[in-house]
């Protein structure tokens, strides 16, 4: 995975936790309220879901599934701490 720039990024959340938390409250009173989440190991999918979320200025929660990516490497090659490592690096 490559890292990518993003021109013109618009301001992320701060504080994402007082966001989520912001979302839940919002959620329980009946409001739309949500953030993106993608499961995917795919570069692509990836780019694409980090590109979205900052153009929205949401907060973007990202998983992959075991077998992409375990302590083994899973069919990725990517351990856990690589793929927060490149999703970090991607963002």
Do not use: W
């Not at 993003?6 to 919002?26: E, F, G, H, I, N």
């Not at 989440?37 to 929660?61: E, K, N, T, W």
């Not at 701490?81 to 963002?91: L, T, V």
């Amino acid at each position: 995975m490559t890292t990518k720039s993003y021109p013109s990024q618009p301001a992320v959340p701060s504080q994402p936790s007082k966001y989520l938390r912001d979302v839940v409250r919002r959620n329980r009173q009946g409001k739309t309220a949500g953030t993106y989440a993608v499961c995917s190991a795919h570069p692509a999918v990836l780019d694409a879901s980090i590109r979205q979320s900052l153009a929205d200025g949401m907060v973007l929660h990202v998983e992959s599934t075991s077998s992409q990516v375990n302590q083994f490497g899973g069919y990725t090659g990517s351990t856990p701490a690589m793929f927060a490592a490149e999703i970090r690096g991607a963002a």
